[in-house]
């Protein structure tokens, strides 16, 4: 069910994290890395660690955690795991907990990338937030809310510092290294641990590696009190984006059903019981050579229609036509709406889902937020029966069910609008 809700995101390099506030805060993590990731969570002492504090994310999967109001803890990223399925204990090469993939209540073994946050509530949506590198390094991450207010700056360390650790600093597995130490690691004194006489602002300075991280990654904790450009605090504005959302989709079935030729509410009630919504979040960062890396394969939506709200200028979306492709100019305040392969499957492919792909830019970073509307998964995608004649527009679409269309998509890479050749009647050309 759709309610009102305070929302804003937050944008990491590797995974994204997404926070809804209703009654408790929803947070969405996406794994946006190339390689799969085992996020560990850990409550801060007296607040509950979601999901046993860990488990396994695939490349471009996402999970969702349900933390209550005023919930405060830390998320970061293991990599290099490898767990016995039945027992759940194995290793990380970064960020292990005790051998579990479950963390419960054992924190990450530096170095490791570390997000910590205390949340506000709806009522008073006043919230913190850090990337920290004071226990090392394992991941790039960014933290970026988009529809915050005062505060809402960016938190991030978005540079791979494993490429330029100091050598004192390394750490490898396997001859590769996977990590860069904290000196406070490394050297194990009280003046690089900021513990013992060091343990105050006032004795406890930047070092010369302190520094470093700083210069590579200035918008992230680089020691124990570098409060000052690390700590974001953030007052989030009130937004209904659920709710508008959906009356803007159902605005938009009306508007098709109609064109179908069936009623207003026809589309709608297709859906099944309720009109879904799944939200992705990607972050683009500059890219020095664009005309070498795509940020997202040409593609069509599995989704009955795609909103993509403008929140900036920067050109990254293009959509195919004919040979080329056309890049979709922002209109601040717009949305943009992709007609998904579903609607292509009940309109008997008058209305054709749109191949399109996302750039990168040379200049600077982009986010995407993408909200899909899909029906319910056992909703059939063939043409609705207005749309078919037997003259003039015979059925050129099977009736498929939405879960088993879903699941051949997720099986095939990325290649165009290929994957719509399951929906098709096959034709006998003889």
């Known amino acids: 069910m759709s309610t009102s809700s305070q929302q804003f995101h937050f944008f990491l390099l590797c995974m994204i994290i997404s926070l809804s506030i209703t009654d408790g805060t929803e947070l969405i993590i996406v794994n ?19 999901r046993e504090g860990g488990f396994l994310l695939l490349s471009g999967e996402q999970t969702v955690l349900q933390v209550p109001d005023k919930w405060s803890g830390r998320i970061w990223p293991r990599q290099g795991c490898c767990f016995d399925e039945t027992t759940g204990r194995g290793s990380c090469q970064t960020g292990d907990c005790a051998g579990l993939l479950q963390c419960r209540g054992v924190g990450g073994v530096p170095p490791a990338t570390l997000v910590e946050m205390t949340l506000g509530t709806s ?62 690691l490394a050297a194990k004194t009280d003046r690089y641990c900021c513990t013992g006489e060091y343990a105050n602002p006032k004795s406890c300075r930047p070092t010369v590696f302190s520094h470093l991280f700083k210069a590579i990654c200035p918008k992230a904790y680089s020691f124990a009190f570098d409060d000052a450009s690390g700590l974001k605090t953030c007052k989030a504005s009130r937004t209904r984006v659920i709710n508008r959302n959906t009356k803007l989709a159902e605005e938009i079935f009306a508007n098709l059903s109609l064109l179908m030729g069936v009623d207003k509410d026809a589309l709608k009630r297709l859906h099944g019981k309720i009109v879904k919504q799944a939200i992705r979040m990607k972050y683009y960062p500059a890219c020095s050579r664009p005309d070498l890396v795509l940020g997202v394969s040409p593609h069509s939506d599995t989704s009955t229609v795609t909103l993509l709200p403008q929140d900036d200028d920067i050109n990254g979306l293009q959509i195919r036509h004919r040979e080329g492709w056309v890049p979709v100019k922002p209109i601040p305040n717009a949305i943009v709406m992709n007609i998904g392969d579903v609607i292509e499957g009940w309109s008997n492919g008058v209305y054709k889902s749109i191949e399109h792909r996302a750039v990168t830019n040379v200049t600077a970073a982009r986010m995407s937020i993408a909200t899909f509307v899909i029906p319910d998964d056992d909703v059939e995608l063939g043409p609705v029966e207005t749309m078919v004649d037997d003259y003039n527009r015979p059925k050129m679409y099977k009736a498929i069910k939405y879960a088993d269309y879903l ?21 006998d050309s003889s």
């Open 32 to 50: 946006n890395c190339k390689d799969s990731i085992w996020p560990g969570i850990l409550g801060t002492a007296g607040h509950v660690t979601p």
């Open 407 to 427: 699941r051949h998509t997720l099986s095939k890479k990325m290649d165009g609008k290929a994957t719509t050749e399951l929906l098709k009647v096959e034709i």
């Open 123 to 184: 009522k008073s949506a006043l919230h913190y937030y850090d990337v920290s590198l004071v226990d090392g390094f394992n991941v790039p991450v960014s933290m970026m809310p988009v529809g915050g207010g005062a505060g809402c700056g960016v938190a991030a360390c978005e540079t791979n510092l494993n490429v330029c650790c100091p050598s004192t600093l390394v750490l490898k597995r396997q001859g590769k290294v996977v990590g860069c130490k904290s000196a406070c």
